[in-house]
């Protein structure tokens, strides 16, 4: 079936470095990407989104690439910090159809 | 911005027994959603609840089990039924376009646990 998935399970970083956090999709019809960002005891909270006509945005210290050749998404946060730590979902859908989250990455920031 | 409530937090339940979560949303929404986050996971759909028709319900997933009521534009009810230990998660409910227009914003959540 269609599904959204990330590589890696977890993700551990220094403080400071920069981190990718990678997502593979399925559904090749999908038009529309969000990456959410979920600490513990609280509810996804949005980040950042990319429309399937975009390949790149950026926002502050986060940038999402989307590459739809090989159905990749990709968050990217720059000089991370130890507030970042947190649970990372991508969710992607096409117009007039639910959203579908993807498995989760955990974020890990040491100082 | 607008701001997404759910009553209660959290709620330790006993097996058989009933839940009834709320979402309150500060602003007037047309859709609104209710997800599943069970331990450890990611989150899955149970139903879309728009104000005025009768909610829909994704695969898996019953009225009979999860009654949902939306009476108006900014409120909507999720009711777990006779319920079970597997019924232990997160329900969260979230809404299309406060902000941006497709996009999905979501309450704090709901932990519930089921003994």
């Known amino acids: 079936g269609e599904s959204v998935g990330l590589h890696l399970p977890t993700l551990s970083v220094q403080e400071g470095d920069n981190s990718i956090i990678n997502c593979a999709y399925s559904?090749?019809?999908?038009?529309?990407f969000i990456w959410y960002k979920q600490e513990s005891g609280k509810g996804p909270q949005f980040i950042i989104d990319?429309?399937?006509?975009?390949d790149k945005r950026q926002g502050q210290r986060v940038t999402v690439l989307l590459n739809k050749t090989v159905k990749h998404l990709s968050l990217q946060i720059a000089a991370t910090q130890p507030g970042d730590s947190a649970v990372y979902f991508c969710a992607e859908n096409q117009a007039g159809t639910a959203l579908i989250f993807g498995k989760g990455t955990t974020l890990s920031v040491s100082s | 911005s607008a701001v997404i409530s759910q009553k209660p937090s959290r709620d330790i339940c006993q097996r058989g027994t009933s839940l009834t979560i709320q979402c309150q949303v500060d602003s007037q929404v047309t859709m609104m959603f209710w997800y599943r986050q069970q331990p450890g996971q990611s989150l899955t759909l149970i139903a879309t609840?728009?104000?005025?028709?009768?909610?829909?319900?994704e695969s898996g997933f019953v009225i009979d089990k999860f009654p949902i009521s939306r009476p108006n534009l900014t409120f909507s009810t999720l009711t777990v039924s006779n319920m079970s230990p597997e019924d232990s998660s997160i329900y969260l409910c979230?809404?299309?376009?406060?902000?941006?227009?497709?996009?999905?914003?979501f309450g704090p959540g709901t932990r519930l646990t089921v003994l």
């Open positions: 559904n090749s019809a999908s038009d529309y």
């Open positions: 990319i429309r399937s006509n975009m």
């Open positions: 979230s809404v299309e376009g406060l902000a941006k227009r497709d996009t999905q914003y």
């Open positions: 609840a728009n104000q005025g028709s009768e909610a829909t319900y």
